[in-house]
């Protein structure tokens, strides 16, 4: 969700007013998946790497995140939304902590839209505890090296029930992946679009989600025909 810092640069406000906007771009966007029957949507709220910004900025989307979790409650619940989410959460503050289990639990039936919030997030990082599950199964005899492949490893990220994304939608007109879900996306078609996070509307969703139904996905295979 790349931009909400230059949306607020190009109207002289702080960095923190660009992500108080960027939250309230969240709510349209989720509403808008539902309504457009995405599955699942998943929202790289804060990463590993953000915990180096300035403490002030840190508490500010702490605070956003907190402020979303206790006040989506209703509108999850109203629009059927399930709640998930994926990285360190333990890193997280413990009153943040308890409002997402709150929250996670309170959906956990709802059958509509999957969000999944990547908190304290990183790829390598959800690698590596990955890799260190199953060395733990391998050391204790619960599994074996040669047992390893892809399904197995994949079982041990934090997002072993849920799809690969089948399209990336990266914000702002950056060009890098900034390790997110690294594993995960191997196959995912990537759309960029110049929109800074604030400013992302339904319409942004829908032409990115007409420019993935173009494509043509060949998963590494010879196309057919
Ligand atoms: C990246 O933009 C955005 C973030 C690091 C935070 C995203 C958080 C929110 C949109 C709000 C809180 C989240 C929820 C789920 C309510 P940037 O700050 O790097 O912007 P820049 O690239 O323009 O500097």
């Given at each position: 969700m790349d931009g909400n810092g230059r949306w607020a640069r190009e109207r002289g406000l702080p960095r923190t007013e660009g992500h108080r906007e960027g939250a309230l771009a969240v709510q349209r966007i989720c509403a808008a998946c539902g309504e457009q029957g995405v599955d699942f949507l998943t929202l790289?709220?804060?990463?590993?790497?953000?915990?180096?910004?300035p403490q002030t900025e840190v508490k500010a989307l702490m605070a956003l995140l907190e402020e979303f979790l206790v006040g989506q409650r209703e509108e999850l619940m109203q629009r059927n939304i399930r709640l998930r989410a994926i990285g360190r959460?333990?890193?997280?503050p413990a009153s943040c902590q308890e409002q997402l289990a709150q929250s996670i639990e309170l959906t956990r039936?709802?059958?509509?839209l999957t969000l999944v919030l990547a908190l304290s997030y990183g790829g390598r990082e959800e690698i590596v505890d990955a890799t260190r599950r199953l060395m733990q199964k391998a050391a204790s005899g619960q599994?074996?090296?040669?047992?390893?492949n892809n399904a197995l490893f994949a079982q041990?990220?934090?997002?072993?029930?849920l799809p690969d994304p089948d399209l990336l939608i990266r914000s702002s007109g950056e060009l890098r992946?900034?390790?997110?879900l690294l594993w995960q996306l191997s196959y995912t078609e990537f759309y960029i679009s110049p929109v800074l996070w604030p400013d992302f509307e339904e319409s942004h969703l829908r032409e990115a989600i007409a420019a993935y139904s173009q494509r043509q996905r060949r998963f590494g295979a010879v196309p057919e025909g």
């Open positions: 790289f709220a804060f990463s590993s790497e953000n915990w180096s910004r959460i333990a890193d997280l039936h709802n059958s509509g599994c074996s090296p040669a047992e390893l041990h990220l934090d997002t072993a029930d992946l900034s390790n997110f």
